[in-house]
């Protein structure tokens, strides 16, 4: 026998948990979510109801899925949509000065600011914590996404009345629970009436995956930044990586091919048995060119050639030698030596 009622204040009793588990402070505001989209909606749809007279947003930088396509809803809202310009290829002074001259020509009822902590292809970090406390204090409230790759690096427990933040943990897995944290100002309606059915295992499971988020420090950056140079070195200019100076989450190495398709060469490496990917549309089956990295600072022809290769297969024995010999067999076919 099944009766569909749940045990009054269960959600309560979750979030309540959840807190403990995570040691999340008394004065920040949790919330489940059946998934990481319905959770960005609620968090940028509910403060723009709070405050309805202002009608512009800000992105910092180009986003990827799924916040640009909320940012295009809010466009065709009649909000207007700024772009805090985001070039991954310059140095972090460079982007600070960039970024605040930006920042002081966003419109007077600018509500918040909408960003993603990491680009998902390249796994580099977008500059928020440069211009953080600024956006802050032109009483802008921030709204920022935690995918499971930027959870190697932190988990960022909103510090202020004015943030609130998005973890996806669960992101591919069967389960798609997401967690929202919410500074005390970011008190807003939630778009569905009443409540998800939000389950104990998934609730456990969620603090479970943040807390096990293995971080990538300094020994896994010797050994991406070690192969990325020996390969780069062993030809003559025809392959790319990115800058030095480049702040990123240390569970991969990136290339940038001259001459090869991306999506080839990704796939010659899967099936040897390495774990790889790229930006290259075909590798996506997406019928246009990524929309996101040429607004990034990144070339039309390095998402096109880019490669993508986990840290942990770096490390086999033959990872170096296996990837020498594919970029030469495709670079020989288009004609680049």
Same mark, same amino acid.
């Given at each position: 026998? =099944?009766?569909? +009622?749940? $045990?009054? #204040?269960?959600?309560? @009793?979750?979030? !309540?948990?959840?807190?403990?588990? &995570?040691?999340? /402070?008394?004065?920040?505001?949790?919330?489940?979510?059946?998934?990481?989209?319905?959770?960005?909606?609620?968090?940028?749809?509910?403060?723009?109801?709070?405050?309805?007279?202002?009608?512009?947003?800000?992105?910092?930088?180009?986003?990827?899925?799924?916040?640009?396509?909320?940012?295009?809803?809010?466009?065709?809202?009649?909000?207007?949509?700024?772009?805090?310009?985001?070039?991954?290829?310059?140095?972090?002074?460079?982007?600070? =000065?960039?970024? +605040?001259? $930006?920042? #002081?020509?966003?419109? @007077?009822?600018? !509500?918040?600011?909408?960003?993603? &902590?990491?680009? /998902?292809?390249?796994?580099?970090?977008?500059?928020?914590?440069?211009?953080?406390?600024?956006?802050?204090?032109?009483?802008?409230?921030?709204?920022?996404?935690?995918?499971?790759?930027?959870?190697?690096?932190?988990?960022?427990?909103?510090?202020?009345?004015?943030?609130?933040?998005?973890?996806?943990?669960?992101?591919?897995?069967?389960?798609?629970?997401?967690?929202?944290?919410?500074?005390?100002?970011?008190?807003?309606?939630?778009?569905?009436?009443?409540?998800? $059915?939000?389950?104990?295992?998934?609730?456990?499971?969620?603090?479970?995956?943040?807390?096990?988020?293995?971080?990538?420090?300094?020994?896994?950056?010797?050994?991406?930044?070690?192969?990325?140079?020996?390969?780069?070195?062993?030809?003559?200019?025809?392959?790319?990586?990115?800058?030095?100076?480049?702040?990123?989450?240390?569970?991969?190495?990136?290339?940038?091919?001259?001459?090869?398709?991306?999506?080839?060469?990704?796939?010659?490496?899967?099936?040897?048995?390495?774990?790889?990917?790229?930006?290259?549309?075909?590798?996506?089956?997406?019928?246009?060119?990524?929309?996101?990295?040429?607004?990034?600072?990144?070339?039309?022809?390095?998402?096109?050639?880019?490669?993508?290769?986990?840290?942990?297969?770096?490390?086999?024995?033959?990872?170096?030698?296996?990837?020498?010999?594919?970029?030469?067999?495709?670079?020989?076919?288009?004609?680049?030596?």
């Amino acid at each position: 026998m =099944k009766i569909n +009622l749940s $045990e009054f #204040e269960k959600s309560e @009793k979750l979030k !309540l948990k959840a807190k403990t588990l &995570l040691n999340i /402070p008394d004065n920040v505001l949790i919330d489940f979510c059946v998934d990481s989209t319905l959770a960005l909606n609620q968090a940028s749809r509910g403060i723009a109801e709070l405050f309805p007279h202002k009608r512009s947003i800000a992105t910092l930088g180009a986003l990827p899925q799924p916040l640009n396509k909320i940012v295009k809803e809010f466009t065709k809202q009649g909000f207007s949509v700024q772009k805090l310009g985001v070039d991954f290829k310059k140095n972090q002074e460079e982007q600070k =000065k960039s970024l +605040l001259t $930006e920042l #002081e020509g966003l419109k @007077k009822d600018t !509500l918040f600011v909408f960003a993603s &902590l990491v680009e /998902p292809i390249t796994a580099l970090i977008y500059p928020l914590d440069l211009i953080r406390e600024e956006i802050l204090n032109k009483n802008i409230f921030i709204i920022y996404y935690q995918s499971p790759t930027s959870l190697l690096e932190s988990f960022r427990i909103p510090q202020s009345p004015l943030e609130c933040g998005i973890y996806d943990p669960l992101w591919g897995k069967n389960v798609t629970t997401s967690l929202m944290l919410k500074g005390e100002r970011c008190q807003f309606e939630p778009l569905i009436w009443s409540e998800s $059915e939000i389950t104990l295992e998934n609730v456990e499971l969620v603090c479970e995956k943040i807390k096990a988020s293995v971080k990538k420090g300094y020994f896994e950056e010797r050994i991406l930044l070690d192969f990325e140079i020996k390969v780069k070195n062993a030809f003559s200019g025809s392959v790319e990586i990115l800058p030095m100076s480049a702040k990123r989450i240390n569970d991969r190495v990136v290339f940038f091919v001259k001459g090869v398709n991306g999506d080839a060469l990704a796939k010659e490496m899967m099936a040897m048995g390495f774990e790889c990917s790229t930006a290259d549309a075909d590798f996506w089956h997406e019928p246009k060119i990524n929309s996101w990295l040429p607004e990034l600072g990144f070339s039309i022809n390095e998402v096109q050639t880019s490669f993508i290769m986990s840290v942990e297969d770096v490390q086999k024995p033959e990872a170096f030698d296996k990837l020498i010999f594919a970029i030469k067999k495709y670079q020989k076919i288009s004609g680049v030596t």
